[in-house]
């Protein structure tokens, strides 16, 4: 537990808060890109603890929240099938399509199964050759890697029965996305240290160039966070907009370069649509040709929708930074986590369940919403 609580030290985080407030002249509005970092900070009121000034907005780093809805549908379709056992990882389970999610499914007697890895996926269609065993492979950087893997085991076993729903997408491209928009907040980034860990910091610098913006690799914990924070700061004080790695205990600059050639192995670069930004050009992940075989949508012949989200949910809005889940009409009446109207409160790393679980139990409020901030 050592590195733990030295990552939870209070004392050290006071002590960066107080750095912090010593450093910033002036009002800053910082994006955090990752979910599990917007957890941390809601989780630890690190926003709380610093000055003012400076506005957290939180970007849309959860992988679960920004599948997109027609991608919710056509797992809901397979999953129904007689024939089909589909495995996915559980946070998937309780996101709404139009009309049910994949544990109503399940209830009505689909063969829903939650899987630690997509691994155990390609185990169970070697257990069961007379099921088709499809894997609802989403996610960013972090997860393809494995799901690389399990693509490669199944190719190279043969497995007839084993395929690929692929929904991945690529953290870079959405940054630039939000960058490039007419109303872009950001005058700083934290970029999550886990993608970093598999892709490094490279792919970074341009955008921090072309945009000018200060982008620091950072971690999960409080004391991580409140570094990436003063370092970020630091830069937009000097008037620097370069690439940090204030992760170094897991980041290295060229990232882990098996892992990249795993990737390029099994996937290419494709457009891809994501919840509540639209498509995205280059930003995903699909199965290179020698793997089409495995993907789950020609073989069943899925075709795409067009889906309406909710007119309800700011889900959108809430993923680009632009709305904080308090200022959503629905947040804590009509949605909550057990009846959930959108991504962003089912997900375990979604914003709005981040603050429904944690700034609601404290009963504060949101600190400042985006219009009273900074930008
Ligand atoms: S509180 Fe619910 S309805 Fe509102 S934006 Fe969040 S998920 Fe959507």
């Given at each position: 537990?050592?590195?733990?609580?030295?990552?939870?030290?209070?004392?050290?985080?006071?002590?960066?808060?107080?750095?912090?407030?010593?450093?910033?002249?002036?009002?800053?509005?910082?994006?955090?890109?990752?979910?599990?970092?917007?957890?941390?900070?809601?989780?630890?009121?690190?926003?709380?603890?610093?000055?003012?000034?400076?506005?957290?907005?939180?970007?849309?780093?959860?992988?679960?929240?920004?599948?997109p809805?027609?991608?919710?549908?056509?797992?809901?379709?397979?999953?129904?099938?007689?024939?089909?056992?589909?495995?996915?990882?559980?946070?998937?389970?309780?996101?709404?399509?139009?009309s049910?999610?994949?544990?109503?499914?399940?209830?009505?007697?689909?063969?829903?199964?939650?899987?630690?890895?997509?691994?155990?996926?390609?185990?169970?269609?070697?257990?069961?050759?007379?099921?088709?065993?499809?894997?609802?492979?989403?996610?960013?950087?972090?997860?393809?890697?494995?799901?690389?893997?399990?693509a490669?085991?199944?190719?190279?076993?043969?497995?007839?029965?084993?395929?690929?729903?692929?929904?991945?997408?690529?953290?870079?491209?959405?940054v630039?996305?939000?960058?490039?928009?007419?109303?872009?907040?950001?005058?700083?980034?934290?970029?999550?240290g886990?993608?970093?860990?598999?892709?490094?910091?490279?792919?970074?610098?341009?955008?921090?160039?072309?945009?000018?913006?200060?982008?620091?690799?950072?971690?999960?914990?409080?004391v991580d966070?409140?570094?990436?924070?003063?370092?970020?700061?630091?830069?937009?004080?000097?008037?620097?907009?370069?690439?940090?790695?204030?992760?170094?205990?897991?980041?290295?600059?060229?990232?882990?370069?098996?892992?990249?050639?795993?990737?390029?192995?099994?996937?290419?670069?494709?457009?891809?649509?994501?919840?509540?930004?639209?498509?995205?050009?280059?930003?995903?992940?699909?199965?290179?040709?020698?793997?089409?075989?495995?993907?789950?949508?020609?073989?069943?012949?899925?075709?795409?929708?067009?889906?309406?989200?909710?007119?309800?949910?700011?889900?959108?809005?809430?993923?680009?930074?632009?709305?904080?889940?308090?200022?959503?009409?629905?947040?804590?009446?009509?949605?909550?986590p057990?009846?959930?109207?959108?991504?962003?409160?089912?997900?375990?790393?979604?914003?709005?369940?981040?603050?429904?679980?944690?700034?609601?139990?404290?009963?504060?409020?949101?600190?400042?919403?985006?219009?009273?901030?900074?930008?």
């Amino acid at each position: 537990m050592r590195f733990v609580s030295e990552y939870r030290d209070a004392a050290a985080c006071q002590q960066l808060a107080q750095a912090i407030e010593r450093l910033v002249t002036r009002p800053w509005t910082i994006m955090e890109v990752c979910g599990g970092q917007t957890h941390a900070i809601v989780k630890f009121g690190l926003d709380q603890l610093l000055p003012p000034q400076v506005t957290l907005i939180h970007g849309p780093g959860c992988p679960v929240c920004v599948t997109p809805l027609e991608m919710i549908e056509k797992a809901l379709q397979l999953a129904a099938r007689p024939e089909v056992t589909f495995c996915s990882f559980g946070d998937m389970l309780r996101v709404p399509g139009c009309s049910q999610d994949l544990l109503a499914v399940k209830a009505s007697g689909g063969d829903v199964r939650v899987v630690y890895s997509p691994l155990d996926a390609v185990q169970l269609a070697r257990d069961e050759p007379d099921r088709e065993v499809v894997f609802f492979a989403v996610g960013f950087e972090t997860t393809a890697p494995a799901n690389a893997m399990a693509a490669v085991q199944a190719h190279e076993l043969g497995l007839p029965n084993f395929s690929l729903l692929v929904s991945h997408v690529l953290v870079p491209p959405a940054v630039e996305s939000l960058l490039s928009a007419p109303d872009c907040r950001i005058e700083g980034l934290l970029a999550a240290g886990h993608v970093c860990t598999v892709m490094g910091c490279h792919e970074y610098e341009p955008l921090a160039a072309r945009y000018h913006v200060p982008i620091v690799v950072t971690g999960f914990e409080p004391v991580d966070i409140l570094q990436g924070v003063h370092a970020c700061l630091r830069q937009l004080e000097e008037g620097r907009a370069e690439v940090e790695n204030a992760y170094a205990r897991s980041v290295r600059p060229e990232g882990n370069q098996p892992a990249q050639e795993l990737i390029r192995e099994v996937f290419e670069v494709v457009p891809r649509k994501w919840r509540g930004l639209g498509e995205i050009p280059r930003s995903g992940l699909g199965l290179r040709e020698p793997y089409a075989a495995l993907d789950a949508e020609r073989r069943f012949g899925l075709t795409d929708t067009d889906v309406p989200e909710p007119e309800a949910c700011l889900s959108g809005q809430v993923l680009q930074g632009l709305t904080r889940p308090m200022d959503c009409p629905a947040f804590g009446r009509e949605c909550t986590p057990e009846h959930p109207l959108g991504a962003t409160m089912v997900s375990s790393e979604g914003t709005c369940a981040a603050y429904y679980h944690y700034r609601r139990q404290r009963g504060l409020q949101s600190p400042r919403s985006p219009a009273e901030g900074s930008a």
